[in-house]
């Protein structure tokens, strides 16, 4: 009777447990759902009122507007190109200086840290001036790498390592160091280690934060306008679509 009613109560709470979570994905749904459903309607500068989760009539006069523009190709190859680079770039850098920052003691390292998390701190558009500056000393150029795929993809990779790395470094830190142990007295170094080892282990983490870099990445605005402003072989789709 005991492990009857045992049994019951884990039903139960399994029960409440998923229909709390199915409750909660339709509530949060519901912002994606209104902007899906409101890209059909009747091109306007402003929201229906009152708010209509269903539109009135199917127009793709938007999507034809869109799609119709001669640019869209090129900004559509640009955005992907940027993101693939971008996303490829970062989660490699980050892993290694996550790794580095969790499992290897160097001088400096703690307050090189503080430094990392104190960049995360500054909103970024507060940076775009010192960056596009930077970006324009760079190369031979009178414009430097301003308007240009490197610019733009060098400025991503730079500005996103500190948040990256501080989203991987609890997950390297928190594997058992008697897995790196093992790997030192087999003669095995901290490549070794990164690779055969950690990489592997931190592998769903890695896969969120490329996921966390994909999006950002793909529908990011400010900065694309700002660095590549009117080159228009070089425009992405966010600034196309604005």
């Not at 930077?134 to 009178?142: F, K, P, T």
């Not at 501080?166 to 594997?175: E, K, P, S, T």
Request: with cysteine; proline share 5%; net charge positive.
């Amino acid at each position: 009777m005991k492990l009857r009613g045992k049994k019951a109560t884990e039903i139960l709470g399994q029960t409440v447990l998923w229909v709390i979570l199915i409750a909660s994905l339709l509530i949060f749904s519901v912002p994606f759902f209104f902007m899906i459903t409101n890209s059909f309607e009747e091109f306007s500068y402003v929201l229906p009122y009152p708010p209509k989760l269903f539109p009135t009539r199917l127009d793709f006069s938007a999507y034809r507007h869109i799609l119709s523009m001669d640019i869209f190709p090129t900004a559509l190859a640009n955005s992907v190109i940027n993101t693939v680079i971008t996303v490829m770039i970062s989660v490699f850098v980050s892993t290694l200086s996550a790794y580095g920052f969790a499992r290897i003691r160097f001088p400096g390292r703690d307050k090189l840290f503080a430094v990392y998390m104190f960049t995360l701190m500054v909103p970024g558009f507060l940076n775009i001036i010192p960056q596009f500056l930077v970006l324009q000393g760079i190369g031979a150029s009178q414009n430097g790498l301003i308007g240009t795929k490197a610019g733009l993809i060098l400025l991503y990779v730079g500005g996103g390592i500190c948040g990256n790395t501080f989203f991987l470094r609890g997950h390297m830190a928190a594997l058992p160091k008697e897995l790196e142990d093992a790997v030192k007295i087999d003669g095995g170094g901290h490549m070794t280690t990164f690779f055969r080892v950690m990489l592997p282990l931190a592998l769903p983490s890695i896969g969120t934060l490329a996921i966390f870099c994909l999006q950002g990445t793909w529908e990011e605005f400010f900065s694309a306008k700002v660095i590549l402003g009117g080159v228009h072989s070089q425009i992405t789709l966010p600034v196309m679509i604005q």
